[in-house]
């Protein structure tokens, strides 16, 4: 990292932010300096940075090797970087820091990034928020002037874009970074025009999914038979993640997941009977069966190498977004609704959810589970690494996305069992919250460059170097390695890898840990891989789009099949489709997305170190009557820190005044 002088402005006030413990938050208003850009949006509101045209590098014309990444087959044709090698210091801001993942042993993409570009990643001085929220760690940072080169999530607060410490990439990115550029337009055309905070100016990179519906607005050639190996239907809410010998025991008819493999070997899918084996059609059953789990566990009386195995867990050392955003929504039957704001149809307005009788009866279900032992008591104070090192040793029965325990390493340690998805089979409400085709993200995610530490100068190459991740050559690079690597072979244009446990791991879906090994992306993962240490930065189209090798190079449709290919349909969006509200490409109606408001801003900067706690003491309680006080304690928090039913009505004034489209798309309904 480079120390720099401090930005006054900045320090001073998120110094003070810190002094006040962040009681009642603090922000900086946007500043009056309009940028010296072409041609902003109309309706863009003005930057406090300026746009910048930078000169390309002397040692290599970038215009010339974008056009040699257009023309060649292979990363290996592309020449060496002669000059200086760019080592940069990267910060990863999303939530209070990430359990340091395994680093590759034999990483092919990263060391022929740094050969084709000059550019690597200064890994021992990288970090993440280091066990404090965002608005907390920028404090800490503006303290000291130590900020890194370049950054993940960082902008979610607009400090570091009203202080102008973060380059404005809207006018370079169509000329240093085409191929991102031409990708978005066809992925949100409205993500260019809205840009950060319905400011016309985009400050970050963003990552682009590879669900099916947004593959077929990038290429409207795709050939679905093919692509279903790659990502499986969009699924009606969320599975949950069960051990299955405890499953077994719990219902004898229920399958494991080798048995699950045997069937899609039979028949090459499953019918609807298959899929929900598990009887869970109402959210009774889904709280029913926690329960049944539980017992099972303490009749066997079941340990993991000793140690007491829980039926689930009521924190993972992050925020609430786990349970209440991806595992409540699903047992009510809702998609896409968040536990801080949603559009309600019905009233035609933004509400708080966590204000609502549907988020405080799951609330105080997962209250009564650590009352009774469901959910352990010790995962609501466990940091992250503690809660990852349990979930990988199977210490948690019942789980679900994003935290689901690492096949490899339950492998690696011999364990007699896998976890298999369990769906609730609960049809799709649609008459409260509506569920949104949404824009990237372009209020919070994403990657950043720093002015004061990324010259001019360098500014082109890094471009060039993250545009690359969005093209043909770079993606191939990414889930292929380069050829001079050896891991594949090529005839007639088609490869086929010579490791038999990268190509099992990368086609079959065996969970061998052969992607980490080179740090390749597989389908599973989603997307590319930037840096193993830390979390994947989320650039590139998740799964290399269509040049994953089971697109381009392994047909599955014909191929014989394999055991590791069973989830691509064991899989509730095959036989219950999701419901699209109608005509929307819309930002989602949550609070981050409008921290240019005040209040709302005012919320976030304390919501991880104020706001999370006390939904966790909410599920600590030890009694109903300390439930209701906590669950009060936790709204009148966030009505005292800026968010409460007037600020919903300030949304909901600030989209009609500046997002006219989507507030239509609110409105309309399905």
């Known amino acids: 990292m480079k120390k720099l002088l401090m930005h006054r402005p900045l320090a001073l006030c998120l110094v003070l932010c810190l002094a006040l413990g962040l009681a009642t938050g603090c922000g900086s208003k946007p500043t009056a300096s309009q940028p010296p850009s072409a041609s902003p949006s109309p309706s863009a509101s003005p930057s406090p940075s300026a746009s910048v045209t930078p000169s390309p590098t002397e040692s290599k014309d970038p215009v010339d090797l974008a056009t040699l990444i257009d023309t060649v087959r292979d990363s290996s044709d592309l020449p060496d970087w002669e000059g200086n090698v760019l080592k940069l210091t990267y910060w990863y801001g999303h939530g209070m820091g990430d359990v340091i993942r395994d680093k590759s042993s034999n990483d092919v993409f990263n060391a022929e990034m740094k050969r084709v570009f000059g550019i690597e990643i200064d890994v021992d001085n990288s970090f993440d928020n280091g066990g404090v929220d965002l608005a907390t760690k920028t404090a800490l940072l503006a303290a000291t002037g130590d900020w890194p080169d370049v950054a993940d999530s960082v902008i979610a607060s607009s400090e570091l874009i009203d202080e102008g410490l973060l380059y404005d990439l809207t006018d370079l990115l169509p000329v240093y970074a085409p191929h991102y550029y031409e990708l978005l337009q066809k992925y949100f055309p409205q993500t260019i025009k809205n840009g950060y905070q319905n400011s016309g100016r985009i400050y970050s990179i963003s990552g682009i999914d590879n669900r099916v519906e947004t593959m077929m607005r990038l290429y409207p050639d795709i050939d679905l038979n093919r692509y279903q190996f790659i990502k499986e239907p969009t699924e009606l809410g969320f599975p949950m993640y069960v051990r299955d010998d405890i499953l077994k025991l719990a219902y004898p008819n229920a399958k494991t997941q080798d048995e699950i493999e045997a069937l899609y070997m039979a028949n090459g899918g499953f019918t609807r009977e298959e899929i929900f084996d598990v009887p869970l059609k109402s959210k009774q059953d889904v709280v029913d069966f926690f329960y049944k789990i539980k017992e099972v566990i303490d009749e066997n009386q079941i340990k993991e190498d000793n140690r007491p195995v829980s039926a689930t867990w009521a924190a993972n050392g992050g925020d609430g977004f786990q349970i209440f955003a991806l595992l409540t929504p699903t047992w009510e039957g809702l998609v896409n609704t968040h536990y801080w704001s949603n559009f309600n149809i019905k009233k035609q307005g933004i509400e708080l959810i966590f204000k609502t009788d549907y988020f405080k009866s799951n609330l105080r279900i997962f209250n009564n589970f650590v009352r ?196 691509r349909f064991f899989t509730s969006g095959v036989v219950n489709p999701i419901r699209w509200a109608a005509n929307t490409v819309a930002r989602r109606p949550v609070v981050p997305q409008f921290q240019m408001l005040p209040r709302v801003k005012e919320f976030m900067d304390v919501r991880l170190t104020g706001f999370e706690p006390l939904i966790n003491r909410a599920m600590a309680a030890r009694t109903d009557e300390e439930f209701e006080t906590r669950y009060n304690d936790m709204i009148q928090f966030a009505a005292d820190n800026g968010l409460d039913d007037e600020t919903c009505r300030e949304i909901e004034q600030y989209l009609q005044e500046n997002m006219p489209d989507t507030w239509a798309a609110y409105l309309a309904g399905y």
Request: charged letters at 25%; aromatic letters at 12%; a negative charge.
């Open 372 to 567: 009774d032992g469901v959910a352990t008591e010790d995962s609501l104070i466990d940091n992250a690494e503690i809660f990852m090192n349990k979930l990988n040793n199977g210490e948690y029965a019942i789980t679900w996305p994003a935290s689901i325990p690492d096949a490899a390493k339950l492998r690696e340690a011999d364990k007699p069992y896998r976890y298999r998805k369990v769906y609730v089979d609960i049809p799709q409400d649609t008459s409260t919250y509506l569920n949104l085709m949404l824009e990237t993200d372009m209020a919070s995610g994403g990657f950043s460059i720093f002015k004061d530490n990324v010259s001019e100068e360098d500014l082109p190459r890094i471009l060039q170097y993250l545009d690359f991740y969005y093209t043909d050559l770079g993606m191939k690079l990414s889930v292929w390695g380069p050829r001079s690597a050896g891991l594949f072979t090529e005839e007639n244009g088609v490869r086929k890898y010579t490791d038999p446990e990268l190509e099992a791991c990368m086609v079959y879906g065996v969970a061998n840990g052969a992607d980490l090994k080179y740090n390749l992306v597989t389908r599973v993962g989603g997307e590319l891989k930037f840096l193993s240490a830390y979390p994947v930065l989320q650039v590139g189209i998740w799964g290399a789009g269509l040049q994953n090798p089971i697109y381009t190079s392994y047909d599955m449709t014909t191929a014989e099949r394999e055991p590791g290919n069973a989830n």
